[in-house]
């Protein structure tokens, strides 16, 4: 069966501090993966997404960055957070045939102060 | 492009009474159709899918939901409602590979 981790759970960071948060993928190949924003009330954001090793796309200009280095492997980064990056964070990882269904991780809640 | 409206921001049921979370989409294609659910601070479960097969959809925790061409929506219910079905729930459109999310409906049971 396929799991999917994410860590930190929770995180709280200064203004203009770096971030990294993991996701990762166990018992499945070549997943696509998925980072997701949701700001408090509101629904979940698509922030990038990845279709291989080292294959990133942008859904939204922003100071977050992405990287894949490894297959089953999803970092999100930033050099410099901005108090608007507080938020929950998902990871989520899809089949790459055709199935279309996405499967979340659990999380990270990220307080930016 | 797509798009999925959810027709409450909150819903409010007493324990035993009939649940209707309501949602709306628009797709440029035939879509497949997601309810997710979100417990507080937790990543979100799948509920059921609508992928072009039967119109009425069964998933986990007695909720099901029906998919109709013609008002172009994918109501959400279940027959009697739990409390530990508290939580918020959104309705999720998926086309050419990726998923556009609803802004969700927060759901309270009351005893």
């Known amino acids: 069966s396929q799991t999917i981790h994410q860590w930190p759970a929770t995180l709280v960071q200064p203004v203009g501090s770096p971030l990294s948060l993991e996701c990762t993928v166990e018992g499945t190949s070549n997943p696509n993966l998925y980072w997701y924003r949701q700001a408090a009330g509101r629904g979940l954001q698509l922030l990038f997404y990845?279709?291989?090793?080292?294959?990133i796309s942008s859904e939204v200009p922003q100071n977050l960055s992405a990287s894949r280095p490894q297959d089953r492997q999803f970092i999100l980064s930033s050099k410099k957070l901005l108090l608007s990056d507080s938020g929950f964070y998902l990871c989520?990882?899809?089949?790459?045939?055709?199935?279309?269904?996405?499967?979340f991780g659990p999380g990270t809640r990220l307080l930016v102060l | 492009a797509q798009s999925v409206t959810q027709l409450d921001s909150h819903v409010s049921v007493s324990e035993g009474t009939p649940v209707l979370l309501r949602c709306n989409y628009s797709s440029s294609y035939s879509p497949s159709l997601f309810w997710y659910v979100q417990h507080p601070n937790k990543g979100l479960q799948l509920l059921l899918k609508y992928t072009s097969a039967a119109t009425l959809v069964k998933g986990i925790n007695g909720f099901e939901a029906e998919f109709k061409k013609s008002e172009t929506s994918f109501h959400l219910t279940k027959p009697s409602a739990h409390m530990s079905d508290a939580a918020e729930y959104f309705c999720v459109v998926s086309e050419e590979r990726q998923l556009t999310f609803g802004s969700g409906t927060q759901l309270t049971v009351l005893p």
């Open positions: 990845s279709v291989g090793i080292g294959q």
């Open positions: 989520a990882w899809r089949d790459s045939g055709i199935r279309e269904t996405q499967y």
